[in-house]
């Protein structure tokens, strides 16, 4: 049992490049989040979506995009990627609106 | 005011003694509590779920919720360096599509 499968672990990018985050979750859940961790800003949310086909902002989607075509993924794009962009990206699922997250691993990118 | 509040830390203490982690909140509408604990360069995992005013024993851990103080604390017993993580409190409403985090404190269990 896999769970929250994110792609890649590291990254570095030139300013301007662009980018897809990957994320993967093999329960069935319904609910996903991504969310980027900054050291001593806690989580973050960033887009999240409650099943295929519907998405929504968080709190900072400015520079991001996602899209959520099947219930197993949901890509994370950045666009014109800019240094305020380095952090710690983290994909989450969950089964219903009443249970907790499980994380999928992160992946750590750098915009220089 | 941040809907919830909690000491970054770092806090260290010696191994075998009880550590004592605490979140507070805003809205008295939350009505659910977790604790995540996060190792160096990993996913937060969810380590304990409450949804009811008292306490909730799992092993060494305890979450205890105060909901008319909107105070919530975990213990932990007879500390490992293992235990040496990052732990997040997160809040919600039942029904509610996202769950609010705190920053987390850094504890260091020191042997």
């Known amino acids: 049992n896999a769970g929250v499968t994110q792609t890649p672990k590291f990254r570095i990018l030139k300013i301007g490049q662009s980018m897809t985050l990957q994320c993967t979750q093999d329960?069935?859940?319904?609910?996903m989040y991504w969310y980027r961790q900054d050291p001593g800003m806690g989580l973050k949310l960033i887009y999240y979506?409650?099943?295929?086909?519907?998405?929504d902002k968080g709190e900072v989607p400015n520079g991001y995009n996602v899209s959520r075509s099947t219930t197993e993924d949901f890509p994370l794009r950045l666009e014109l990627a800019a240094p305020s962009q380095t952090s710690v990206y983290f994909c989450a699922s969950r089964r219903d609106r009443d249970y907790g997250y499980t994380f999928g691993s992160g992946t750590r990118l750098t915009v220089v | 005011q941040k809907e919830v509040e909690q000491d970054p830390g770092p806090l260290s203490v010696p191994e075998g003694a009880i550590v004592s982690l605490n979140c507070t909140y805003s809205n008295s509408a939350f009505q659910y509590f977790m604790w995540y604990r996060q190792y160096s360069r990993k996913g937060p995992e969810l380590l304990m779920y409450t949804y009811s005013s008292g306490n909730k024993e799992d092993g060494r851990f305890t979450a205890q919720v105060d909901k008319s103080s909107k105070y919530i604390s975990l213990f932990i017993r007879d500390s490992q360096p293992s235990d040496s993580a990052t732990y997040l409190c997160s809040i919600s409403n039942f029904g509610n599509e996202k769950l609010t985090f705190g920053t987390g404190t850094r504890l260091t269990i020191i042997p």
């Open positions: 979506s409650v099943g295929a086909g519907i998405t």
């Open positions: 329960m069935n859940h319904n609910y």
